[in-house]
């Protein structure tokens, strides 16, 4: 059973990425580092491979998974590319934007893996160490790699963490150190026609909206169209009660400070890039340190826009 799997801690090196593709091809689950979080990754053509990604995961099975390809080519063989998504993926891919368009059913794509939509989300990812895997293993469905409703990882370390990770419910992870992004990509698509954004992350929506040379309407946060598990009321949840937008931490908290020094500052200089990369791992040491978290206010626009979603799906109500 899956609950007595011994993961292998994979090195980032040609031997390591071969055994990562072997056990893929394999129909196994392994964890791959991206430059936003660690996916969990599953051949997307091979249902059951991805019958094991929710397992692992213990998410809830009617949210759909982002699919990743090493290239525009590949993508174009799994969904179709209006001009504008076209347009985005040549400006933007390989990075941290999702591209969530008509799926070309001969493509061969498991229908768990989206949700029988005819729609797909689409990524191809920039960092080396996937896009070596992607070359080797094909399309990979990949979530990011932690359990349903937890902190997203951004470290080998975080996958298998001993509290609440994924050591021993997935074949192995792959170790290529910390992400530099740190949190995950955004999503964008097209409902109605309409180009949308349905998650704030890592590409700025700013820098979005000046390539395409429209304003994009926002989906985010809308309660009654949870079509991204981000929209659910608590996500990426700390164990310990979270306060934002705090500018007075009382002594009893950890405070996550942002544009000053301290043991938990998210950026000493105010940098949203850093405070992006360095989010999930804070909140994982604040929340081991056992006391009441804090947070400083985070500037809404560029990447602070996905930085204050995180925090406030991590402030949310718990169920
Ligand atoms: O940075 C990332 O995006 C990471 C790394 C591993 O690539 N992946 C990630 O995947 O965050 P996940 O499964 O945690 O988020 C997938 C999101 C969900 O919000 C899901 O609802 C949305 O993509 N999604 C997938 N297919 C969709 C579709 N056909 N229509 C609308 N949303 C879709
Ligand atoms: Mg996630």
Known sequence: PASQ????????????????????????????????????????????????IYAAKGRPSFNPLIVHVPDLASARTIAAFPPEAEALAKAFWPGALTLVLPLRPEAGIASLVTAGLATIALRVPAHPV???????????????????????????????????????????????GPCAVGVEST???????????LRPGGIPAEALEAALGRPLARHEGDPTAPSAPGQLTSHYAPTAPLR????????????????????????????LAEA???????????????RPISVAPIPDYGLGRAINDRLRRAAAPRP
Do not use: C, K
């Open 5 to 52: 799997m011994r993961t292998l801690r994979l090195p980032a090196d040609p031997d390591g990425i071969a055994e990562a593709a072997r056990l893929l091809a394999a129909g196994a689950t392994v964890a791959i580092p991206t430059e936003t979080v660690y996916g969990l990754a599953a051949d997307a053509r091979n249902g059951a491979a991805v019958a094991r």
């Open 130 to 176: 996937a896009q070596a895997v992607l070359r080797a293993a094909g399309p990979l469905a990949a979530p990011s790699a932690n359990a349903s409703g937890r902190i997203s990882p951004t470290s080998a370390d975080h996958v298998l963490d001993p509290s609440g990770g994924l050591d021993g419910r997935i074949a192995a992870v792959l170790d290529a």
């Open 187 to 197: 999503i964008l698509g097209w409902p109605g026609g309409i180009p949308t954004l």
């Open 244 to 271: 934002l937008n705090v500018t007075q931490p009382s002594p009893d908290e950890t405070h996550l400070a942002f544009g000053a020094p301290g043991p938990f500052t998210l950026s000493a200089t105010g940098d």
């Open 276 to 290: 992006a990369a360095r989010l999930f791992d804070l909140l994982r040491r604040a929340d081991s340190a056992g």
